[in-house]
């Protein structure tokens, strides 16, 4: 687990629905305003991963941004306070890639918290060779030594499993031997050599070639991992129509289960092809791509996207029969899925993000008398599986495009959006692309409180003026997360008195008996001090 060592940030400067029609249902309490962390990245997100009250985040970007301008360097990853959404600056490996630019695409987390893996495309960590995988130290961010894994092409996902860790993507070898685009290592590095299913695209099954509904192509790639509720099973989603194991190969449309034990396919399947429509060979020929899976004990969520894009949810309480129960198309990729229980109510919440409503095509949900940009959510029924429009908690991501929607034509279409999610406790993490949410700057990451009062920011300390005087001086203290705070310190002697300005500013005045030492602040969100930038007492 990350060692919260203190080392102070520089401060510089339309389908069907339950296969009828989609209908609003009453909102549930969901906060649709993201917590004021202060925190965003300069890129985009493409990955989260958690441990205890660590958030860990990849993509890529090169900063994370705080507020009055502080800054943390950092290189396609980073780790954050899963409470206050602040950094944490201890955690700082730099993960590039020489050959173009790095990608980390996929996270996950040992089941003890002391191994961060992370996938993507790089070939460096701290200056390291790597290829395309790694494993990280959460206690020091510093590569485990003597773990290597060398893949030869995108770890688009990865999942941790009780004895294994899972991982899929665009790669066809791993240490060199043949995996097509799935494979399991064991937690000391080691390659199985017993789960070893693997996926394709090409042709269509000729029984079920349609132009328009099965074209022939894709590659075959893995985008999604899901453990089953009872870990037998690992369901497999992306592009592709075959899945092969020992025992032969095996037709299914993007979505597939195997055993978490050897990988042999399990017979659980779409009753039909065609239940699950994949892209024509006029746009862009081959599967469709499954990009999230949520598997729960008598259903599974999926959420589809390339064209036709959709949200699908399927039986998994029927024997091996996956019948659709519902579905509900979107105008743009369904990429992340988060469901959330409420504690006090038992409701149940599904969070669906991706870049629907913000690329070229707008997202006007009717029954809701308002546009989507990049995240809806619904409600999911007690008894049925008719899920409903949640009307109340529609955030938007900027920017988009889109047509008609207020604001198009303003800023260039996104089609990253929504890219990742997960729920956690009561805060839902999103993170992709965009540079707002609900008109709120926020840059790449975003944290919402789901129920009850957020809470409050870490605080942050700047440049106070003046820098030196006596007793009695009064000092002016700039930051932010300054609301409620109880004591302020100059050289570890309280000030008798102070005042609040507003959440960005205090004054100060120095106490009698003060020394020449920091300032520290203490508020709600934490204590914080200047470091190495100290008040000097004079007279």
């Known amino acids: 687990m990350i060692q919260k060592t203190a080392r102070a940030l520089l401060l510089t400067s339309v389908l069907v629905g339950a296969l009828a029609t989609v209908m609003p249902q009453s909102a549930l309490a969901i906060s649709a305003t993201p917590d004021r962390t202060g925190w965003s990245v300069s890129g985009k997100v493409y990955a989260y991963a958690h441990y205890g009250n660590v958030v860990y985040a990849g993509g890529s970007f090169k900063r994370v941004n705080g507020p009055i301008g502080t800054k943390l360097a950092v290189k396609n990853i980073a780790a954050f306070d899963a409470t206050t959404g602040a950094p944490i600056s201890s955690f700082l490996p730099t993960v590039t890639n020489t050959a173009g630019a790095a990608k980390v695409s996929s996270l996950a987390v040992s089941l003890d918290g002391a191994t961060l893996y992370i996938g993507g495309q790089f070939n460096t960590v701290d200056g390291q060779t790597v290829s395309n995988f790694a494993a990280i130290d959460t206690g020091t961010g510093d590569l485990v030594p003597g773990f290597n894994v060398s893949i030869n092409q995108a770890v688009d996902v990865l999942l941790a499993g009780p004895n294994l860790l899972y991982m899929g993507g665009a790669?066809?070898?791993?240490?060199?031997?043949?995996?097509?685009?799935?494979?399991?290592?064991?937690?000391?590095?080691?390659?199985?050599?017993?789960?070893?299913?693997?996926?394709?695209?090409?042709?269509?099954?000729?029984?079920?070639?349609?132009?328009?509904?099965?074209?022939?192509?894709?590659?075959?790639?893995?985008?999604?991992?899901?453990?089953?509720?009872?870990?037998?099973?690992?369901?497999?989603?992306?592009?592709?129509?075959?899945?092969?194991?020992?025992?032969?190969?095996?037709?299914?449309?993007?979505?597939?289960?195997?055993?978490?034990?050897?990988?042999s396919l399990d017979a659980w399947t779409t009753p039909n092809w065609t239940d699950i429509v994949d892209d024509a060979q006029s746009h862009k020929p081959g599967p469709n791509m499954a990009w999230q899976i949520i598997p729960t004990a008598t259903r599974v969520y999926v959420g589809f996207g390339r064209v036709p894009n959709y949200l699908q949810v399927f039986r998994t309480d029927n024997g091996n029969s996956a019948n659709t129960v519902f579905k509900v198309g979107t105008p743009g990729n369904v990429e992340s899925l988060a469901l959330w229980t409420d504690p006090n109510t038992g409701k149940k919440t599904l969070f669906v993000g991706g870049h629907f409503g913000t690329a070229v095509l707008d997202y006007y949900v009717s029954q809701c008398g308002t546009y989507a940009h990049g995240l809806v959510s619904f409600n999911i029924p007690t008894v049925g599986d008719t899920l409903t429009y949640n009307c109340a908690w529609m955030p938007t991501l900027k920017p988009y495009g889109g047509q008609s929607a207020p604001g198009s034509h303003v800023d260039p279409p996104n089609y990253v959006g929504g890219w990742t999610m997960f729920q956690s406790n009561n805060a839902l993490w999103i993170g992709g692309y965009f540079t707002s949410v609900a008109g709120t700057a926020q840059s790449g990451i975003a944290k919402f409180t789901l129920s009850g009062t957020p809470p409050p920011p870490a605080p942050v300390l700047g440049t106070f003026s003046p820098t030196k005087g006596p007793a009695g001086t009064v000092v002016t203290i700039p930051g932010f997360g300054f609301t409620g705070t109880t004591d302020v310190q100059f050289g570890g002697v309280s000030a008798t008195t102070f005042t609040v300005n507003n959440d960005g500013q205090i004054t100060a005045t120095v106490p009698s008996g003060a020394i020449t030492g920091p300032i520290t602040v203490v508020a709600p969100g934490g204590t914080v001090n200047s470091g190495t930038k100290k008040f000097h007492v004079t007279g």
């Open 171 to 263: 790669f066809t070898k791993v240490n060199g031997e043949a995996r097509g685009h799935l494979a399991a290592i064991a937690y000391n590095g080691t390659l199985s050599e017993t789960w070893t299913p693997s996926t394709a695209a090409g042709n269509c099954p000729a029984p079920y070639y349609n132009a328009s509904t099965c074209s022939n192509g894709g590659n075959g790639d893995v985008r999604s991992l899901a453990l089953s509720p009872d870990g037998n099973f690992v369901y497999v989603g992306g592009e592709f129509y075959y899945v092969t194991t020992s025992a032969g190969t095996t037709p299914r449309n993007c979505l597939a289960r195997v055993s978490a034990v050897d990988g």
